[in-house]
């Protein structure tokens, strides 16, 4: 079994036992890093694989949010179909917006994500008998996972929670090393190129919208669950900020960058608003000084104190193939 198998073992039965020694307070902290790690995985593969800087992924989220506390207050209480619903609304919406958006590029593409971002937002903060407008939509009650079992209890929803998130870390941990996962970086590498060797990259970036879309639907839908409620505020524009500034914090293109930037946030965001009302701006300088300093984020940090302990020393070739290429060739040079 590989080392990073057993790290990743050690840190999910680490993970099912923190129940059963911190309160509920800190629990439900936990679910909600996980659920926001689910959001910043998702535009990663936009970002970080693709090289599609988007500002209005928080409406995939939103999506994902609506469509699932919809179908559980008038259809259905089964938590499978709920989230199937909120998974087929936001990957209806990636499809919408992938389309209108992936034709432009840079600035252009970042403002066009926006937009169509905010438009979700209108329609959601005014369609008031759906979507509750203003108010939110409330009155989702707790959903059965099985047959006579419904996740009332908080402690179930995070065991829920950490069980989703588990199997998407193994799901893009492939994933990123397949085929498709090579197209969209060679695509945020070199566009043209691919153009030049015969790949549709047009499509090859509506795909990786749909497949980022999808997963931030996810997150939408868990947060339903574990909360009860959505509003318009969870959908706005500073959303798809907030979710930006934790993948480039935790470290653009890596697996476990996003979830690192998540809690990082998350933790930050609890331990200063506990002292603070003024907790936004000292994020803010924190986010400053992270892309002034360290602009690969912590898990750069964390490969830079890597090559410094390697430094002078034969660096064993699993270590080797961790590091960035670029990366190895500063080390060489």
């Not at 990073?4 to 890093?33: H, R, T």
């Not at 945020?188 to 990786?208: C, P, Q, V, W």
Request: proline fraction near 2%; glycine fraction near 10%; hydrophobic fraction near 55%.
């Amino acid at each position: 079994m590989k080392k990073g198998s057993i790290k990743g073992i050690l840190l999910f039965l680490l993970m099912v036992l923190v129940p059963f020694f911190l309160s509920l307070y800190y629990v439900n902290i936990l679910s909600e890093i996980l659920i926001l790690s689910v959001f910043a995985l998702s535009l990663n593969i936009l970002v970080g694989q693709t090289g599609l800087v988007s500002l209005g992924h928080a409406a995939f989220f939103g999506a994902g949010a609506y469509a699932t506390g919809i179908a559980a207050i008038h259809f259905s209480s089964n938590i499978f179909i709920t989230i199937g619903m909120g998974l087929l609304f936001a990957l209806l919406l990636a499809l919408i917006i992938g389309l209108l958006s992936t034709k432009a590029h840079g600035f252009y593409f970042l403002m066009l994500t926006l937009a169509c971002s905010q438009i979700f937002y209108s329609i959601v903060y005014q369609w008031t008998k759906v979507t509750g407008g203003s108010n939110g939509l409330s009155g989702i009650s707790p959903l059965d996972i099985l047959a006579g079992m419904r996740l009332s209890n908080q402690v179930f929803v995070y065991y829920f929670i950490l069980v989703v998130v588990t199997i998407l870390l193994l799901f893009l941990s492939r994933f990123l090393r397949s085929p498709l996962g090579s197209v969209f970086i060679g695509i945020k590498e070199n566009e043209e190129r691919m153009k030049s060797i015969g790949y549709n990259t047009a499509l090859y970036k509506n795909i990786s919208f749909l497949i980022a879309g999808t997963i931030g639907g996810l997150a939408g839908s868990l947060y339903v669950i574990f909360n009860g409620f959505i509003s318009p505020t969870d959908v706005y524009w500073t959303a798809s900020g907030s979710v930006l500034i934790m993948v480039l914090i935790g470290g653009v293109g890596t697996l476990w960058g996003p979830v690192i930037g998540a809690a990082f946030i998350v933790i930050l965001e609890t331990i200063i608003s506990s002292y603070t009302d003024n907790w936004m701006m000292i994020i803010g300088v924190a986010f400053i000084l992270f892309v002034i300093f360290a602009p690969n984020g912590i898990v750069g940090i964390y490969n830079n104190a890597k090559r410094m302990l390697f430094k002078g020393q034969k660096i064993p070739q699993k270590e080797l193939n961790r590091i960035p290429i670029k990366q190895q060739t500063k080390m060489d040079g």
